[in-house]
């Protein structure tokens, strides 16, 4: 489990089916090998460490159905620590589950702030709700506005100073993970215990 807050940004040193290899220097600190991070929003397991390098494996379903299929060796990459019991939840709740990928349609600057417009598949505009959370890389991020195919949220100048969406650009895609509790919201109203029981051993896994 991670609260969307990105700890550090690190550069990809290789990536393919063979696994991912992450140059990082914050979030090393207490890591061990077979711990979990948050991988630009997708949860993997730490294989290997340097003073400096993190490796994970990656299955070919993660690089099909996640947006890491288009970075490379220089890509910026958000990175994130597992949830401790001692720690802050300064963000949401995110369980490193990608429910599926978005583009960057459109990015407005606001002042300080810059209004990022995304859009998303059916299957996930269905769980987002304005001022709900959504996860973008990683990133917990309020939802500013939305239509039927994409949402809006705002980046504060930490948030793209500090995270990969600083370098974002249209047409990049990302990410995204919607907010659990709109899973468990449909499940109730459907009547789906089971559906239910599967959310809530996924959140105690994280």
Known sequence: MFT??????????????????????VTLGE????????????????????????????????????????????SPINLE???TFNSRLGGHLVQGHVDGTGTVAEITPEADARLVRIAAPPDV????????????????????GLDEESFTVSLVRHTYENTDL????????????TDIFAKYAEKLLQGDREGIDALSEGVEAG
């Open 4 to 25: 969307g807050i990105v700890e550090e940004v690190g550069r990809i040193v290789a990536i393919g089916e063979g696994g991912l290899i992450v140059e990082a220097d």
């Open 125 to 144: 505009m269905k769980y987002v709700v304005e001022k709900a959370f959504i996860a973008v890389n990683g990133i917990s991020l309020t939802v500013m």
């Open 81 to 83: 620590r597992a949830v």
């Open 166 to 177: 600083g370098e974002a650009y249209v047409g990049m895609p990302v990410n995204l993970e």
């Open 31 to 74: 890591t061990r090998i077979g711990d979990s991070l948050s991988v630009n929003g997708a949860c993997l397991t730490v294989t290997e460490m340097t003073d400096s390098r993190v490796s994970f494996d990656v299955m070919p379903e993660t690089l099909r159905r996640t947006a890491m299929n288009v970075l490379k060796p220089g």
